[in-house]
């Protein structure tokens, strides 16, 4: 059983223009899926339909086979959603926030002070738990949103930009533990970004959503077999050297090669060619070439 499943998932807001246009997804469990898009890409009315904070105007949907629109309850039994409108209680305390949304939650009571306890250690605001929220600062107040998000330990976790507003060292604490979610724990984590370089880290594979379509959905490698972005040979050679059918970009000589194992050879040809290579790699697509290349297809096709 897949996780996430959307089945022409669809969502219009004022009965004309569409927000999400008939969005098919099959999500296996595990792993972090990162969906990509701009602000108003559809991003958050797909989160919002996924958790039953919405009801779709077309198609259906599932989580961990729980339909939203006909057992919302249920969804968020089973999910954690952080997301810029999931607020929480600005006079209560860190702690006392944790422990009343793991109350709601269902968690047994003796069990949700301990449960808030190693969230608040864990993201490093064990000094400041019995300050009230309001006294909080923007990245203390997204830290504990993420463990709000966590309290009741979900199989699926949707996150909406975890690290927006966050240092460099409580974005790292946040992305290790998202990690070892995905990983070590088995949950499934639905990430929202717009950041590319930080999805490709974190994310194993990604959907591509623009104007309320989805473009593409897989790994790395085949979204960028899908739109044509392929690895390419890549030399740095002496000054004034010129080899032909090669383009040059950031001072290497790059040449697309339709398979890794062709490099060796590619190599030892340039060598008794008698070019003087300082160095070679392999460039693989990043995921903002592939991203944008999606992009201005869609561009090109409206």
């Not at 996430?4 to 669809?10: D, E, F, G, K, T």
């Not at 309001?134 to 009741?152: D, E, P």
């Not at 996150?159 to 979610?181: H, K, R």
């Not at 959905?217 to 077999?225: D, M, P, R, T, V």
Request: aromatic residues 6%.
């Amino acid at each position: 059983m897949n996780a996430i499943c959307a089945r022409n998932l669809s969502k219009s807001y004022d009965g004309k223009s569409m927000a999400l246009k008939e969005l098919n997804l099959e999500i296996p469990g595990g792993g972090v899926f990162g969906f990509l898009g701009p602000n108003g890409a559809g991003k958050t009315t797909t989160v919002k339909l996924l958790t039953g904070l919405l009801s779709p105007s077309g198609g259906e949907c599932s989580v961990m086979g729980v339909s939203p629109a006909e057992d919302p309850c249920g969804v968020h039994r089973i999910c954690g959603v952080m997301t810029e409108s999931a607020k929480m209680y600005g006079q209560l305390t860190g702690t006392e926030n944790l422990v009343f949304f793991a109350r709601a939650a269902g968690i047994q009571p003796a069990e949700c002070e301990a449960r808030a306890n190693e969230l608040l250690k864990r993201l490093d605001l064990w000094d400041a738990r019995d300050k009230k929220l309001s006294a909080y600062s923007t990245g203390m107040a997204q830290r504990l949103s993420f463990a709000r998000a966590l309290v009741h330990g979900p199989e699926v976790l949707f996150l909406d930009e975890p690290t927006s507003g966050l240092d460099p060292e409580s974005a790292q604490s946040v992305n290790e533990m998202i990690a070892e979610l995905a990983g070590r724990e088995g949950t499934t984590v639905f990430l929202c970004t717009h950041q590319l370089r930080y999805a490709q880290d974190l994310c194993g594979s990604y959907g591509i959503i623009n104007k309320g379509s989805l473009l593409a959905c897989g790994s790395l490698s085949e979204l960028s077999a899908g739109i044509g972005c392929r690895t390419r040979a890549g030399f740095r050679l002496a000054d004034g050297e010129k080899p032909e059918g090669m383009e040059r970009k950031d001072g290497w000589w790059r040449t697309e090669i339709l398979r890794e194992e062709e490099m060796p050879a590619l190599l030892s040809r340039m060598v008794e060619a008698g070019y003087h290579i300082y160095e070679a790699r392999l460039i693989r697509p990043a995921l903002e070439d592939v991203y944008f290349s999606y992009v201005e297809r869609q561009e090109a096709r409206l």
